[in-house]
């Protein structure tokens, strides 16, 4: 891949970021449950760091942006998942959100692998990790939701 292909995929991750920011912060906004609200005001305040730092990779001359190039994963064609809107029904909007943090740990982690630079790697390898965390939260409350009669 080359230096735009790396741009576009990060421009397609902040953009990525920001929905998902928008819907956490709308779902945290409409709950009425206190402990809700608190995990989606805490889950989009991780997103908007999330994009700050990928906004950083981007302002880099594309000199600084190292990538092996060798090898094309075309994680900027990645199908499009429905959008992230508030509107939706708690459990569905939980699920689009598990795919969402799903996609965006793979996106990180292939970045991480690709990536030639040890601080950039380990930035990549970081914000995966941050959604893989994303991702088991957001399960344990669809499992809980899902399946109530369990508790």
Do not use: C
């Amino acid at each position: 891949m080359n230096t735009e292909t790396y741009r576009k995929i990060l421009r397609m991750a902040i953009r990525e970021e920001a929905a998902a920011l928008a819907f956490y912060q709308g779902v945290a906004d409409r709950t009425r449950d206190n402990n809700l609200k608190k995990l989606f005001a805490d889950l989009a305040a991780e997103e908007r760091q999330h994009r700050v730092t990928l906004e950083g990779f981007l302002g880099r001359p594309a000199e600084s942006l190292k990538f092996d190039t060798a090898t094309d994963y075309q994680v900027a064609d990645e199908v499009e998942a429905p959008d992230l809107t508030p509107d939706l029904k708690p459990l569905d909007g939980i699920t689009i959100a598990i795919h969402k943090e799903l996609a965006a740990m793979q996106m990180y982690t292939q970045l991480a692998n690709r990536s030639t630079d040890p601080d950039q790697k380990k930035t990549f390898s970081e914000l995966a990790s941050m959604e893989r965390g994303h991702k088991a939260r957001l399960e344990d409350i669809y499992v809980n939701m899902a399946f109530p009669e369990v508790w």
